[in-house]
């Protein structure tokens, strides 16, 4: 078996592992039960949860075929690994758009599934576990299930949101939304301190399908935690829809090569942060915009990451529960701009009550808090033990999809439901994020 | 996907190629398609048939091997899709492993057969439907590897080189008959199941980019489309290098 590199989105960890590539739905997996293996999309889980060291990798990419696609209901199945992508450039033309999505549509369906992913209308719509209708899992023992809400309830259960650890996930069939145009009246509000994102945020949740807040983690005193709420709907009027529908383009920009480690550093992210929170006049910002940009402004850059240079960077997202109100999120804050990490990118959302049927499905009714931060090594980590402690103690958890590091004491803190789920683990997969946090 | 246009009526030999579904799936982008895909592998086909589906083309398939020389194929179009045909699209081929292909007299006669000899019969009969038709399209899918014998490809890119000789030769032949295009599609080296066993290296391009920049090409009526368009000033290089420079290096 041909062996090759992968790595995740944040590049601190890379494995060398033989590779399984699939082109074609398997009805069968030729590997022996013995074989440890794992499910690999396009590498966008940021930590471990996506590499396995010891296995064989699966490479689903080519598993890029649309199923059936049912314009009227618009009810779409398709295979594990078609991207987001993809099914944007189908279904926009054709009035739908999908149920949530990411910050990139650069996922892939079998992989979007297996994280549970969330968006910015999470306060509405929950997860992309509350959209799936049915999917198809292929097991170590050779058999194939098929599982949906009500049918293998607790199969389905286990899938969604279990990071591809209970069998090869081959298709899915997932419940897209009408949209009444591709584009989004949008508002931009800046605001100073967690308290008064929360008043615009819970202001916002009403009348707004699409929130989200950019903050900056690096200003202190009379900046400390500022930010810029950022709320849309989509437009009902149509604006730029005479058919065909505009789609999105490709990326328009590359990173060609990894740039240099310092390239990120203090300076430069607190001169960036300062800027973008000064493009947007106190007053607020009301523009329409294209859904391109409104969802996915890191994707006109391909392959972004590579701004961290080669030692990579952590993603730490955690969510804390409305009980513990701000206060965690204050403290987070504080300890980010005293420790002198440099966070290029973080953002806040306030997560709503619809809940996933996935067990280990990340999203709870709380605000949740992700944060981007250049590998420096120790000091990165032991930053992260002090942000540990306070999500321990506000009883919230961490997200395993960008996590490359949470203790197994943590995972089984946060993820109760642990006990259902581990008798739906199919035993030949795993990943290195399971080998760290899986009970023994 | 529109309407208002007459559909585009597509045969493909090879209906499993990556790249011939990228080509279909950015012509249905554009327009709408009746597609009649030509392969061995029924379970295969009919995948790719239920994604043209979804991407709201007319698809049908056939399960016939491409490279078996006694189908009388003009018939089996008839067949399967009467009426006026407006593109054909010959995309199947196997690249093999050379060394292997070397030792065995009868897998070298397998690979140009099955990227020689099979594509040029069948693209000589699908011309000369094109010729009864008095108009329409004949794509094919060459390769960047037939423009210079290369010490690690040659199998390979000699049937290719032939394929791009005996199309070149028709261009010529049907000069006259300008409703009538044949488009060889160069591309270069192109992530698909063909070449998974290769190490990937910054010149490799996406199916989906290789298939949008070839069905811009056979849109055109371009005679010789090397996708993506630069490979044709690598391989005008590559051709100009000295033999005593050139045999020193390991391409």
């Not at chain 1, 078996?1 to 592992?17: A, L």
């Not at chain 2, 690249?95 to 594509?119: C, G, H, I, K, Y």
């Not at chain 2, 890119?157 to 032939?162: E, H, L, V």
């Not at chain 2, 160069?186 to 070449?195: A, F, L």
Request: hydrophobic share 45%; aromatic share 10%.
């Amino acid at each position: 078996m041909r062996v090759d590199e992968f790595q995740s989105w944040g590049r601190v960890q890379s494995v060398r592992s033989p590779c399984l590539d699939l082109w074609w739905l398997p009805d069968r997996m030729p590997l022996d039960a013995a074989t440890k293996r794992l499910a690999y999309g396009l590498g966008r889980s940021y930590g471990d949860s996506c590499l396995l060291s010891g296995g064989v990798m699966i490479r689903t990419a080519g598993l890029n075929r649309f199923i059936s696609f049912d314009s009227e209901r618009g009810v779409l199945r398709a295979e594990a690994g078609v991207t987001l992508s993809g099914i944007l450039q189908l279904v926009v033309p054709q009035g739908w758009f999908l149920p949530m999505t990411p910050g990139t549509r650069f996922v892939t369906l079998g992989g979007a599934v297996a994280n549970d992913i969330h968006g910015k209308n999470h306060h509405r719509a929950g997860t992309i576990g509350c959209h799936v209708r049915r999917l198809r899992l292929l097991r170590s023992d050779g058999s194939s299930l098929e599982c949906g809400p009500g049918e293998n309830d607790r199969a389905f259960r286990a899938a969604i949101g279990g990071l591809g650890l209970t069998g090869l996930i081959l298709w899915v069939e997932i419940q897209l939304v009408r949209t009444p145009s591709a584009w989004l009246d949008v508002e931009l509000i800046p605001f100073t301190g967690v308290k008064e994102f929360m008043v615009l945020s819970d202001e916002s949740a009403k009348a707004w399908e699409h929130t989200v807040a950019w903050f900056d983690a690096t200003a202190r005193g009379s900046g400390f935690a500022r930010g810029i709420y950022i709320r849309g709907n989509f437009r009902a009027d149509g604006l730029g829809d005479r058919p065909p529908r505009k789609v999105h383009r490709p990326p328009g920009l590359r990173v060609p090569f990894l740039l240099p480690n310092w390239t990120l550093n203090s300076l430069s992210v607190k001169a960036f942060n300062f800027l973008y929170f000064h493009r947007v006049p106190k007053s607020g910002r009301k523009l329409i915009q294209h859904y391109e940009p409104f969802f996915y402004p890191l994707d006109a850059v391909d392959g972004w990451s590579k701004i961290y240079g080669r030692r990579g960077f952590f993603q730490y997202q955690s969510v804390t529960p409305e009980e513990a109100g701000v206060q965690p999120l204050e403290e987070m804050a504080r300890a980010i701009a005293l420790s002198g990490e440099a966070s290029f990118l973080a953002v806040l959302k306030t997560f709503g009550p619809r809940p996933s049927p996935g067990m280990l499905s990340f999203p709870k009714p709380g605000i949740t808090l992700a944060l981007d931060f250049p590998n420096r090594g120790a000091s990165t980590l032991r930053l992260f033990d002090t942000l540990d402690a306070i999500v321990r103690a506000a009883k919230g958890r961490l997200y395993p999809g960008k996590d490359s590091r949470m203790s197994a004491a943590d995972f089984r803190a946060g993820y109760p439901a642990l006990t259902e789920f581990l008798p739906e683990v199919d035993p030949a997969f795993s990943s290195d994020f399971w080998k760290r946090v899986a009970p023994v | 996907m529109t309407t208002d246009t007459p559909s585009l009526n597509t045969v493909v030999f090879g209906g499993t190629s990556a790249i011939a579904r990228a080509i279909l799936c950015a012509a249905a982008r554009e327009r709408s398609l009746r597609v009649l895909l030509i392969g061995r592998n029924a379970q295969r086909l009919q995948s790719v048939k239920d994604d043209l589906i979804a991407r709201g083309v007319a698809a049908d398939f056939h399960c016939a091997d491409p490279s078996d020389l006694t189908i009388d194929w003009d018939a089996v179009v008839q067949a399967a899709l009467p009426g006026r045909i407006d593109l054909f699209l010959v995309a199947h081929g196997e690249l093999p492993e050379q060394e292997a292909v070397l030792q065995d007299a009868r897998r070298l006669a397998q690979t140009l057969q099955v990227n020689f000899l099979s594509p040029a019969v069948i693209a000589s009969s699908c011309i000369r439907v094109l010729q009864r038709q008095g108009q329409g399209t004949l794509a094919v899918l060459g390769s960047v590897a037939g423009d210079r014998g290369r010490g690690s490809n040659f199998v390979y890119g000699s049937a290719k080189a032939g394929l791009d000789t005996l199309l070149e030769g028709w261009r010529h032949r049907l000069v006259g008959m300008p409703a009538i295009r044949l488009v060889t599609i160069k591309p270069g080296v192109t992530d698909t199941p063909m070449t998974a066993h290769l190490p990937k290296g910054p010149l490799f391009t996406s199916a989906e980019k290789v298939g949008l920049l070839s069905w811009k090409a056979i849109s055109k009526g371009v005679p010789v489309a090397y996708v993506p368009g630069w490979w044709r000033l690598v391989l005008a290089v590559i051709c100009l290098v000295p033999r005593k420079i050139f045999y020193r290096t390991k391409l």
